[in-house]
């Protein structure tokens, strides 16, 4: 009777081992995939990291643009009272040296 049962335990454990390596098997495949969509999702992130650096540039020169604007725009408001205010002195001049 044990050799009969000896002989089933090894058709069994054949047959488990025939399993375990299928799962591994599958496991492996598995494991590939898995790895080849990450390595997809990081290779994103770079691309998407790139993207953003190159757009925080773009804006930043932007900006720096706009300040440059707004500064000769406040200089030209600047520049036209004065022209305002120098008028209104010579004017005060001509008023004055009349009375002289």
Same mark, same amino acid.
């Given at each position: +009777? &044990?050799?009969? !049962?000896?002989?089933? %335990? #090894?058709?069994?454990?054949? /047959? &488990?081992?025939?399993?375990?390596? /299928?799962?591994?098997?599958?496991?492996?495949?598995?494991?590939? !995939?898995?790895? /080849? =969509?990450?390595? #997809?999702? @990081?290779? #994103?992130? !770079?691309?998407?990291?790139?993207? @953003? =650096?190159?757009?925080? /540039?773009?804006?930043?020169?932007?900006?720096?643009?706009?300040? +440059?604007?707004?500064?000769?725009?406040? !200089?030209?408001?600047? &520049?036209?009272?004065?022209?305002?205010?120098?008028?209104? &002195?010579?004017? #005060?001049?001509?008023? %004055?040296?009349?009375? +002289?």
């Amino acid at each position: +009777m &044990l050799r009969g !049962d000896v002989g089933v %335990l #090894r058709a069994d454990f054949g /047959t &488990l081992q025939d399993d375990v390596g /299928t799962l591994q098997e599958d496991f492996a495949a598995f494991r590939n !995939d898995a790895l /080849t =969509h990450f390595d #997809r999702v @990081y290779q #994103r992130f !770079d691309f998407l990291e790139s993207e @953003y =650096h190159a757009i925080s /540039t773009g804006v930043a020169r932007i900006e720096a643009q706009i300040a +440059m604007f707004g500064k000769q725009f406040a !200089d030209r408001q600047e &520049l036209e009272q004065l022209k305002v205010r120098v008028a209104e &002195l010579q004017e #005060r001049i001509a008023e %004055l040296e009349s009375e +002289m």
